[in-house]
């Protein structure tokens, strides 16, 4: 039988139905600027370092919890072994010279990554993600490798009200 990132690849498709659940390559969740994400850290592989990275085309995140200095960017890697548990993300307009973009609806797209030999991998052999619940929402994910579990990582994303 095919590997998970074969059929994913062979259908063009960010998601498939394998063994009654819909698995995901990618998870899209749409949110409003201005609102805030908390991602939490439930389990983590300890064979492998883990990560979720999240992107966003329109907006920009930043981190807001922990306190530090940070720069809005789009797109972060939440790695295992360098964040926290639980980190919170601001979701923001995107300003230029002539003010921000327009308010409104954008979507962040998530997706696990693990490190061999501190080289970061995706989207091979076995990898994928599942859903869990709706608030929060768990993501159960695989790693390209070894059974697939969807235990090597499971996060758990939040979406809130942005902070006044």
């Known amino acids: 039988m095919s590997s998970l990132s074969e059929r994913f690849r062979s259908r063009r498709s960010s998601s498939?139905?394998?063994?009654?659940e819909v698995v995901f390559s990618v998870y899209r969740k749409?949110?409003?600027?201005?609102?805030?994400?908390?991602?939490?850290?439930?389990?983590?592989s300890p064979d492998r370092e883990q990560s979720l990275n999240l992107s966003c085309s329109g907006a920009?995140?930043?981190?807001?919890?922990?306190?530090?200095?940070?720069t809005p960017v789009s797109g972060l890697t939440l790695?295992?072994?360098?964040?926290?548990?639980?980190?919170?993300?601001?979701i923001e307009a995107i300003t230029s010279d002539i003010g921000p973009n327009?308010?409104?609806?954008?979507?962040?797209?998530?997706?696990?990554?693990?490190f061999v030999d501190d080289i970061e991998h995706a989207w091979i052999g076995e990898a994928g993600m599942r859903l869990a619940g709706a608030d929060p929402?768990?993501?159960e994910c695989n790693d390209g490798l070894g059974d697939t579990d969807f235990?090597?990582?499971?996060v758990e994303l939040r979406i809130t009200p942005g902070k006044p």
């Open 16 to 20: 498939l139905v394998v063994n009654g």
């Open 60 to 70: 920009l995140l930043r981190v807001t919890e922990p306190a530090i200095d940070s």
């Open 102 to 114: 327009a308010s409104g609806a954008v979507d962040i797209i998530c997706w696990n990554t693990w």
């Open 79 to 90: 790695r295992s072994s360098r964040c926290p548990e639980s980190v919170e993300i601001g």
């Open 137 to 139: 929402i768990r993501l």
């Open 151 to 154: 235990g090597d990582l499971v």
């Open 30 to 44: 749409r949110v409003e600027i201005g609102q805030t994400l908390r991602v939490t850290r439930i389990t983590c």
